[in-house]
Every structure is written in structure tokens, then in C-alpha cells.
């Protein structure tokens, strides 16, 4: 199975900073023939069922704030907040869609500061 | 809109069954994959299960195979997650999700609200 692993697991923010969330895979997740990394970043509020943020590693789902953001290849990636609103306040997972089973990370709360 | 509605969870022993159903509905159902993820309490995210819908091709999770068997109803719209030999560490909340594809190989768009399974005496 393809192990994700997620840091930091929780994160105190100031509002309008940004916040870094890091995902690496055990192994690849890029597929050469279409050039896609098969990576997901999740969102999931207290209380709330998960909501899906990015996905191919960097495209954001429609209706998801610009100040989300996702990037890397292969095996590191990385979504970023560029400036931290109160609603940001949840967990967020990357999960892997490369290999069956696919695997979540641990997740990593994010709190504000 | 998209909408996923889980039921059938509930108290069972150890070592029985229960059938999970996902009700969809807002989009073509038979053209996307429909998945299965639990969230133990307090816990993280862990995929169980996925029908294609392109081509009705079934994958599982190894805790669970051999015990859990997904299925789909194109003509209901719905779709099942059969749980046989319930275990203690099957307790969770139990998610059905739509593909953003019609194969497996995708990530999860629509996530219903989750329906909790406890396995306890």
C-alpha cells in the first residue's frame, strides 16, 4: 500500500497569514502516460462530511477560493492557504487515487492562531 | 445538486450484518464510480470500497474483503455496501462518495453526510 504521510499534524495560523500543509507519498503517484499526479486534498470541518479541495495535485474544485492552492509532483506535494480565514479552521487529508487501495494521509488540524 | 443519502447503519454484534445504502441523486448515476470511505471515531479517513460505473468493476480494501461486497442499482439510483462478520474495529462513520470519473481512478467529489456503524455486544 502507498503510505501518506502528513506535517506538521496541526497548525496554529494568525488570520490573513499563510498556512503550508505538506503530503508525501512512499511512493510515486505520477502516471507518465498522461503526465497526471493522482493526489486529492480533502477539507473536513468540525461536525462536516469531507469536501473536496484539489485534485490532479493542483486543480482546484470548482467553488473553492483561489486562496487554496496545490502543488508538487511525484511524491512531495503541498496545498497552501495564502491568507487563512476563520472558516479554514479544519482538518485536511491528502489521499492518493494512484494504486488500489488508495490511502489517506493522517491529517493535519489547522487552527487559528 | 448532488446529493448523497446514506442509511441502514446501526447497532450490530460482533460477527453480524448490515447493508449500508447510498440514495444519489443529481447526476447520471450509472456514468460515475460510487466509493465507500470510514472514519473511526476520532480517527482518519480509510477507503473500503468502489464500484466503477463505466464498468461495474469492484475493489476493496483487505480488512474488509471477503467480508463486505459493494454493489450498485442503476435503475434506483443506489448503492450498497453488504457488511457480513462484523468486527469491533469496524465501528466508524461510514461515507458513500461519487467519483469525479467513471473508473475507481478518481478523486472524491460529492461526499453524502455519513452514517455510523457500531460493532459492540
Known amino acids: 500500500d502507498i503510505v501518506m504521510t502528513q506535517s506538521p499534524d496541526s497548525l496554529a495560523v494568525s488570520l490573513g497569514e499563510r498556512a503550508t500543509i505538506n503530503c508525501r507519498s512512499s511512493?510515486?503517484?505520477?502516471?507518465?502516460?498522461?503526465?497526471?499526479?493522482?493526489l486529492a486534498w480533502y477539507q473536513q470541518k468540525p461536525g462536516q462530511s469531507p469536501k473536496l479541495l484539489i485534485y490532479?495535485?493542483?486543480i482546484r474544485e470548482s467553488g473553492v477560493p483561489d486562496r487554496f492552492s496545490g502543488s508538487g509532483s511525484g511524491t512531495d506535494f503541498t496545498l497552501t492557504i495564502s491568507s487563512l480565514q476563520a472558516e479554514d479552521v479544519a482538518v485536511y487529508y491528502c489521499?492518493?487515487?494512484?494504486?488500489?487501495?488508495?490511502?489517506f494521509g493522517r491529517g493535519t488540524k489547522l487552527e487559528i492562531k | 445538486e448532488v446529493q448523497l443519502v446514506e442509511s441502514g447503519g446501526g447497532l450490530v454484534q460482533p460477527g453480524g450484518s448490515l447493508r449500508l445504502s447510498c440514495a444519489a441523486s443529481?447526476?447520471?448515476?450509472?456514468?460515475?464510480?460510487v466509493t465507500w470511505v470510514r472514519q473511526a471515531p476520532g480517527k482518519g479517513m480509510g477507503w473500503v470500497s468502489c464500484?466503477?460505473?463505466?464498468?461495474?468493476?469492484?475493489y476493496y480494501a483487505d480488512s474488509v474483503k471477503g467480508r463486505f461486497s459493494i454493489s450498485r442499482d442503476n435503475s434506483q439510483n443506489t448503492f450498497y455496501l453488504q457488511m457480513n462478520s462484523l468486527r469491533a474495529e469496524d465501528t466508524a462513520v461510514y461515507y458513500c462518495?461519487?467519483?469525479?470519473?467513471?473508473?475507481?481512478?478518481?478523486?472524491?467529489?460529492?461526499w453524502g453526510q455519513g452514517i455510523l456503524v457500531t460493532v459492540s455486544p
Open positions: 462518495a461519487k467519483g469525479r470519473h467513471g473508473n475507481c481512478y478518481s478523486s472524491l467529489d460529492y
Open positions: 443529481g447526476f447520471t448515476f450509472s456514468n460515475y464510480a
Open positions: 464500484v466503477g460505473g463505466s464498468d461495474d468493476t469492484t
Open positions: 511512493q510515486s503517484v505520477l502516471l507518465s502516460a498522461n503526465n497526471k499526479n493522482y
Open positions: 490532479w495535485a493542483s
Open positions: 489521499q492518493q487515487y494512484y494504486n488500489i487501495p488508495y490511502t
